[in-house]
């Protein structure tokens, strides 16, 4: 069974920048893709951004050049760089993993909120 630990969420103002981290009990070559979504309240899980082995990425067309998805694979681990910050980024951000963009296995969120 694969785990994924989130972290890195807080609260930020406007305009500010946050990184997520993900760690996995597996190494990331295990997983085809390794990916971030988000929820916030009345609206449904969404893509943010996601990384497949041979490093293809796809982000959402909201979070285009101000979020870069990377990965340590020495570390098991893939980071989420949030910068410029808008107050419709708050959300809870979940880390995701599997064989496509959308994987099986799912970390425990982290929320995000941007509040001036």
């Known amino acids: 069974q694969v785990q994924l630990v989130g972290s890195g969420g807080g609260l930020v103002q406007p305009g500010g920048s946050l990184r997520l981290s993900c760690v996995s009990s597996?190494?990331?070559?295990?997983?085809?893709?390794m990916n971030w979504y988000r929820q916030s309240p009345g609206k449904e899980r969404e893509l943010v951004a996601g990384i497949l082995l041979g490093g293809i990425t796809k982000y959402a067309e909201s979070v285009k050049g101000r979020f870069t998805i990377s990965t340590d694979n020495g570390k098991r681990t893939v980071y989420l760089q949030m910068n410029r910050l808008k107050v419709e980024d708050t959300a809870v951000y979940y880390c995701?993993?599997?064989?496509?963009?959308?994987?099986?296995?799912w970390g425990q969120g982290t929320q995000v909120t941007v509040s001036s």
């Open positions: 597996t190494s990331i070559f295990s997983m085809n893709a």
């Open positions: 995701n993993a599997g064989s496509d963009w959308r994987g099986r296995y």
